[in-house]
Structures are given as C-alpha cells and as structure tokens.
C-alpha cells in the first residue's frame, strides 16, 4: 500500500476559524501538534493570492512538487498569531517500502536546523517522543494518513 502526503506541520495552538478562512483543516497529532493537509498547488495558490513572493529555503528535498512557497510562512503566522512560530513541512512518497520522504523545520522563515532530512528527525526536534517502541512518524499516527484528502 501507498503513502503520499504533503503536510504542514505546527507547533503550538492555532486559531481554527482563521485557519478555516485559508482552507486549512488541523488533524491533532498530539505533541502540541497538528498537521495541515497541504500540496505544491495549494501553496502555490496562496502564493499568488497573498502577493507573497518567494521560496522558502530547503535542505536534501528532490521533489519537484515539494511545497515551498513563502506564503506558507505567512500563513502559520497567520493562523498561529505567532511571528515566531515553529512549523515542519513534510512530503512522502512511497509504494511497496520503496520511495522517498523530506521534511524541514523552520522558524518563521529560515530552516531551524541544516541537519533535519526525515520526518523522523522533524518529529523529533518538534518534541515527539517515541512511544511503546515506535518511531517518532508511528507515534504520532501519521501512518495513518496514507493519501492527500480529497479536498486537497
């Protein structure tokens, strides 16, 4: 079976009727997280809608349709009400075990560590801590978002 998703994921609260008005639906990981459904159209979108030019930087990612559009800074601004805010933008794309997966941190807009490449690592640094003998991806259930959701 598949897994493929593109996500935001925010540390600390967020206001859900703002996040709601800019088409973001928050799925609670727990960890003080909660993961954004997103994809390189949706950033693009808002790129465009918001006026807000540019890329963000991104380290060891070899996806082409990884969403990396700065408006994605300004949005968890937005939505978190928090200039400072911390928030990891995740890719998978795997069939089989076979595939690929990217994930950067960041505060505001600059990568909050070189050093991050996995999901795993993002996790981590975003203050996952591994339960009954998962990884930091199982911990949180992200397994079971296997597939963007159709409104996506």
Avoid at 7 to 29: C, M, N, P, R, V
Wanted: net charge negative.
């Amino acid at each position: 079976m598949g897994h493929n998703i593109s996500a935001i994921i925010l540390q600390g609260k967020y206001d859900e009727s703002t996040s709601a008005e800019f088409d973001l639906k928050g799925i609670d990981l727990g960890f003080n997280l909660t993961l954004f459904p997103i994809n390189h159209y949706f950033s693009a979108y808002w790129q465009a809608k918001l006026g807000t030019p540019g890329l963000l930087d991104i380290n060891g990612v070899e996806y082409a349709l990884y969403p990396c559009e700065l408006a994605l800074s300004e949005l968890m601004a937005i939505i978190s009400n928090d200039q400072e805010t911390i928030y990891s933008i995740i890719s998978t794309d795997y069939f089989g075990g076979i595939g690929q997966q990217y994930a950067n941190v960041y505060k505001k807009q600059t990568i909050a560590d070189n050093g991050i490449s996995t999901i795993n690592q993002a996790l981590s640094f975003m203050g996952v801590k591994r339960k009954n003998g998962k990884d930091e991806f199982d911990s949180v259930g992200l397994s079971a978002h296997r597939f963007e959701p159709e409104y996506i």
